[in-house]
């Protein structure tokens, strides 16, 4: 297939809002495709070549840019070959060589299929929101239903190998996908629950009440001796955490897959803050920063998958498995002694409590009411779209931040509101250096940024607006954090900040 037809489908998906639209677009084109352009195709619609980053910067990109084609030639099975190449060359001479892979393909592309090339090489396509679309799209295509299709992507998490089964041998194949111990699966994710009443009432007594650890989430997974631990966003971290590593070695089993948080601790046993958990899952972790890990869930054990039982199957996995690693939890508590338990996880320092359902079993990659996260306050993971230059003190500072929620449907993201409350100076700093990296345009008062930065912002509410695109404001919305741990693809959707609408 030549590359001119994705470029048309990636820009009819890109300009129009409609759900349908999108994946009836996406559908056709996959349908259409070459079997073994199939992976290629879908890697690329979803922002990511087949071979994942290639570690081409927009400079080197703009640099070997040329006067474009004027026909389209360009195939895909062509351009797939030319990355795996360009990821393979290693060794000396291989910037030049790189340099000219680079300069062949962008001189044998039109100008569309240019740009297309250089958002897909700098990251700039994966939006990742697109995921749920796609995985509409590669049903569609195949003509059978979503939901085996969902599942297959949540084990594998790779949407190209997820289309290339359903195309090719359909919800048999699709339900030969298992859960790999050593390979992570997307997390199964919880929803802001109004109060911890409604919660209860919601769930009824069949509940777990844990602890919400303001720690970093980790998937831990073990093979007799071999471990390998993973972020939320399945980057793996093995290597930078050799304390949880050891302690999962330790553990008395042969193979097992746990989800849990982990934090590090002051001495008088209080959480330390978000920041210094995460700077530990970096590449020069600061070693003398002790991680404790806090298990809520048990995925497998010893050969036994438990991703369907319910989760009281789960608990009870984890407490022959890591009884002394638990997340504190109560289970079916009395509505006082849930209360208590919420008052408990405040007062030690903690974010706040989960309300879980005993009997649901693992959603992995859902975001759903079996688990329910309840908050003092209200919050939410907003995309940073730009920021204005500072007045006053904060003269020659990025200070003011436009927010954008993420759009559902895959589209850019929607702008809510700005704020520059709750930036301290080494934030200020911080935004100065980083936001350039990111920048996509500016103006006299303002940098706009690629959507790749996510900040956690605590709000009173939310008000209706005729201002914002998206017909609702923040009201009083003031910075807690940066959440580094966190993609675009992962930010709070327009539609959890509508939900905060008064009723
Ligand atoms: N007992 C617990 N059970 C599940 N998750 C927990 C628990 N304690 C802390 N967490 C953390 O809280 C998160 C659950 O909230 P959610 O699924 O909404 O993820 P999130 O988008 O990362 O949310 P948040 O921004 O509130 O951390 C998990 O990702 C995990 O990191």
Redesign the pocket.
Known sequence: MLLSKVVEVSHAVGATRSRKAKTEALAELIAAVEPAEVAAVVAWLSGEPLQGRTGTGWRTLVAARSTPAADPTLTVAGIDATLTELVGTSGSGSAGRRRDLLADLLGAATHDEQEFLIRLLTGELRQGALEGVMTEAIAKAAGIPVDPVRRAFMLSGRLPATAVAALDGGVDLLTAFRLEVGRPIR?M??SPGESLEAALADLGRDVSV????DG??IQVHRNCDDVHIFT?TLREITGSVPELVQLVAELPCTSVVLDG?TLALTDSGRPRPFQETMSRFGAESERDLLLHPYF?DCLHLDGHDLLDSPLEERLAALDRVAPQHR?PALLRPSADDAAAQFDSALAEGHEGI?VKSLTSPYAAGR?GKS?Q?IKPEH?L?LVVLGAEWGYGRRTGYLSNLHLGARDPDGGDPIMVGKTFKGLTDKLLEWQTAEFPLHERDRDEHTVYLKPELVV?IELDGVQVSTRYPGGVALRFARVLRYRPDKDAA?ADTIDAVRALLPK
Do not use: G
């Open positions: 997390p994710l919880a844990e602890y919400k650890l970093a989430r939320r948080e809520f997340i989960m975001r688990w996260k919050t993971d956690e992962d």
